[in-house]
């Protein structure tokens, strides 16, 4: 049996017919660039994600350049990130000449420790930017009341994690000052190539980040500040308003894979429970865990991604591929440990969990379209590996 780590083909396919002809209307209208696609698809997501407003943008790694250079952060100034990542969290800071100042995962969902927020912020911290990683939002409650003790903005990093909800039913992206989305076909909403989005509650910096996409340009040829092109392409927006009725079914299947996961690692007799924190002989894997799953929420997990934790790691995935498994590492360099982040000579010792989890975190399959009993063959060949 063959089980890919991701099936996109299986998602056009069921949705051929309106796919094509939003791709034909695009192509007839010639408007390519924002127009009314974009604007059907700002008004959509503004509701869907709580705010008040939705900028399309060119990537999720544009939207969260934009949002820093809202803030004017540049030289000098430092934005405090989360060291265990996709590279674009960290270096988005850099590329504005600021300082990214690393802070460890907690153990259980690897989203920023709270814990360690005060002692990481000094004078010339700017901005915080939590990582909702893996579909789950980061704890926003502690997250919030630091950030407000010192007067800093927070700035969601939402990439993964569109229509998660914290534990009171806050969607991911409205509970920060902004929010930073990804549309990479990968994305649990994903286009036919690079777009993102930025949510906000404030209306002038929603003008501003608009403005901004446009070379800073308003009206046309006169520029009260220099912006860039960062403009989503209508082609994009047409086809993620295709896509959008069907986010929170694809969500919902996500997590109905995850839940049979689970289920079957627990009756394999390779976890106790979800949640686990540390390898034993009841836990040779340590399942994801939704940490936030409270009355309000009803997606508080959107599983972009099922990563467990495993002994062994490197081994067992050599094992599973020459079985026909897809899977890929989420992340096996945190950042503390990139070359291009020696200057800053972070300690090791400070990031135990970030790095414990670049050793042993592997990314499992879990699209919608994927079935039951290529979820059983997984487990059952990891079972296989291990003697269960």
């Known amino acids: ?193 690079d777009a993102g989005l930025i949510t906000t509650n404030d209306e002038n910096l929603a003008v501003h980040l608009k403005q901004m996409r446009n070379h800073g340009m308003q009206p046309k040829y006169y520029h009260k500040f220099v912006g860039g092109n960062f403009r989503i392409d209508a082609i994009q927006a047409a086809v993620l308003n295709v896509k959008f009725p069907h986010l929170d079914g694809w969500s919902a299947k996500r997590r109905e894979n995850a839940d049979l996961y689970t289920q079957l690692f627990i009756e394999r007799g390779l976890a106790t429970h979800d949640g686990a924190t540390a390898f034993d002989d009841g836990n040779v894997v340590i399942l994801p865990k939704a940490v936030h799953s409270g009355a309000g929420a009803v997606n508080h997990h959107i599983y972009n991604q099922y990563v467990v934790r495993l002994p062994q790691r490197d081994e067992l995935r050599a094992h599973i591929t020459a079985k026909g498994i897809g899977t890929e590492i989420y992340y096996p360099v945190p950042f503390h440990r990139q070359e291009c982040f020696a200057y800053l000579n972070a300690q090791d010792e400070n990031f135990p969990v970030a790095n414990f989890a670049a050793n042993h975190s592997l990314a499992l399959p879990i699209y919608p379209e994927l079935g039951a009993e290529q979820i059983a063959y997984v487990v059952h060949t990891i079972a296989e590996f291990y003697g269960r």
């Not at 192509?27 to 696609?37: H, R, V, Y």
């Not at 814990?115 to 990582?131: C, E, M, S, W, Y």
């Not at 969601?156 to 549309?183: H, N, P, T, V, W």
Request: hydrophobic content about 45%; glycine content about 8%; overall charge negative.
């Open 1 to 193: 049996m063959t089980v890919p780590l991701l099936d996109l083909k299986a998602q056009y396919q069921s949705l051929k017919p309106e796919l094509d002809a939003a791709l034909l209307r695009v192509a007839e209208s010639q408007m390519c660039i924002l127009g009314s696609e974009v604007d059907t698809l700002e008004s959509a997501l503004a509701s869907y994600c709580d705010a008040r407003f939705a900028i399309g943008v060119s990537s999720g790694t544009d939207a969260l350049l934009m949002a820093l250079m809202a803030l004017n952060i540049g030289p000098g100034d430092e934005v405090i990130v989360p060291t265990y990542s996709f590279f674009a969290t960290a270096g988005v800071v850099a590329r504005l000449g600021a300082t990214p100042v690393f802070v460890d995962s907690e153990p259980v969902a690897l989203n920023i420790d709270p814990a360690l927020l005060g002692a990481a912020i000094t004078p010339r911290t700017k901005a915080i930017v939590p990582v909702h990683l893996y579909g789950q939002s980061a704890d926003m409650d502690a997250i919030m009341a630091i950030a407000e003790q010192h007067g800093i903005p927070v700035i969601e990093d939402a990439a993964q994690a569109i229509g998660s909800q914290y534990k009171d039913g806050r969607k991911a992206g409205s509970i920060g000052l902004m929010g930073c989305f990804s549309f990479y076909p990968t994305k649990n909403l994903g286009a036919f190539g």
